[in-house]
């Protein structure tokens, strides 16, 4: 680390005298006054109900030494001003850097398989479930979140494959929610069946958010 | 869910809630949910880079390896904390790494000065808190990697000293010396200069 050591001036007393204050600030300064500069300052950033303190308003070191401070906050205002512009930054080509190396990837998942045993076809969980999320989306309010499809040691009449669905959902408030998870377990079925052809077990339901849509109504549109 | 994104600043808890759940779909492998999260934190996160490297071109670069690493890591995210906080700790520490990989003489002058004013009928203030400015940025290269990443968090991004300790991986009395020491610096180059 570099050390920019003081005017020689400003020493009055060994900087390692008293370092109760901050810890390791190891070059703090004392001021001829006798109070840490870092001391000083730490009241400076707290704010205009620490001038309360008469000291601080008649010493002239403490002042000049806060003037400095002021003089750099300054300065600092028209820096942060100058790189706040970032609302209208258009993330589009950054996302699409991002997505190009993250779609190559392939994630660890577990592969379920379709059909009968003969058949060698498997869809990834992943892919499944994102199938699922929009079926359940397709209920009016309802956002989907977690969903994990378990396959079970059972097969259905065909001899083909059994999943267990685990879903969890934020669903609207003020709707009766055996209703409507009634109405979201008949669109991932539906769904599972037409979209994917994949036997569904049981599909448990977890609501772990409420929603109140009366405040954005433009909710349940989804991308 | 246009408009429900949770960036650090203004705290939205519809947002959170949308955060939340995107998370743990990208965490299971939804790539949309994933883009979807990326739209609403990078402009966030390229303006914190971009303020810790002192130019946007690496500012940008510094974000896309954040998300990938974030991708990469999300099945063991679990929600601990949001993942805009998440986000910054990573973009951050992805930014001092930058920082630390520059060689010095290459950070002299390559903090973008701003153009300089085209008329000399520009009133003397803004020339004045032009050359200000020019000044910091110049002073802001004396600082080590981690003064500057700390003074940086908290002056220009107004973060707490909890929450920059947190990002930076140091204890709160450390990230206050850090600070304390870069205002040091930072006034006596600026003093000398006037």
């Given at each position: ?25 190891h ?9 840490l ?18 000291h ?10 806060v ?37 190559l ?46 396959p ?13 669905v685990?879903?969890?959902l934020?669903?609207?408030a ?14 991932v ?25 009366t405040?954005?109504?433009q909710?349940?549109?989804?991308r | ?8 600043a ?63 890591r ?39 000065d ?10 003397a ?9 020019r ?11 981690e003064?500057r ?46």
């Amino acid at each position: 680390m570099t050390a920019h050591t003081d005017p020689s001036d400003a020493h009055s007393g060994s900087p390692h005298t008293d370092d109760t204050h901050t810890g390791d600030v190891h070059d703090d300064e004392r001021l001829p006054c006798g109070r840490l500069l870092s001391q000083v300052w730490d009241d400076w950033e707290r704010g205009p109900a620490d001038t309360a303190d008469p000291h601080l308003r008649t010493c002239p070191h403490c002042r000049r030494s806060v003037r400095g401070l002021d003089e750099l906050e300054s300065a600092v205002r028209d820096l942060r001003d100058e790189t706040t512009d970032t609302s209208a930054y258009d993330t589009t080509s950054l996302t699409q850097r991002v997505m190009d190396v993250v779609r190559l990837e392939l994630r660890p998942g577990r592969p379920l398989s379709l059909g009968e045993p003969a058949e060698d076809l498997w869809i990834m969980e992943s892919v499944a479930a994102r199938t699922l999320r929009a079926a359940a989306e397709s209920v009016s309010g309802v956002r989907a979140g977690s969903c994990r499809l378990l396959p079970l040691d059972i097969s259905d009449g065909t001899g083909g494959p059994v999943v267990e669905v685990s879903l969890a959902l934020h669903a609207p408030a003020r709707v009766p929610l055996p209703e409507l998870a009634d109405q979201v377990r008949g669109r991932v079925r539906e769904a599972a069946d037409r979209e994917l052809g994949l036997a569904i077990g049981a599909v448990d339901i977890r609501v772990t958010d409420l929603i109140d849509t009366t405040a954005d109504s433009q909710e349940g549109e989804t991308r | 869910m246009a408009g429900a994104c949770s960036q650090n600043a203004p705290p939205d808890v519809q947002g959170e809630v949308e955060d939340a759940l995107l998370t743990v779909r990208a965490a299971e492998g939804d790539e949309d949910a994933f883009a979807a999260l990326m739209q609403c934190h990078a402009p966030a996160l390229i303006r914190l880079a971009t303020r810790l490297l002192g130019n946007r071109s690496e500012a940008e670069d510094a974000v896309q390896e954040a998300f990938i690493n974030a991708w990469r890591r999300l099945p063991e995210f679990h929600n601990r904390s949001s993942f805009g906080t998440w986000m910054y700790r990573i973009t951050t520490n992805r930014c001092l790494n930058v920082l630390r990989a520059r060689k010095p003489v290459a950070t002299l002058e390559a903090a973008g000065d701003p153009p300089a004013p085209e008329h000399s009928a520009s009133p003397a203030r803004i020339a004045e808190a032009r050359d200000a400015v020019r000044e910091l940025r110049e002073a802001l290269d004396l600082l080590s990697v981690e003064q500057r990443a700390c003074w940086v968090l908290r002056e220009l991004d107004g973060q707490s000293y909890e929450f920059i300790a947190d990002a930076v991986g140091i204890s709160q009395e450390a990230v206050r010396a850090r600070v304390f020491r870069a205002r040091r610096c930072l006034t006596q180059a600026m003093g000398a200069w006037r």
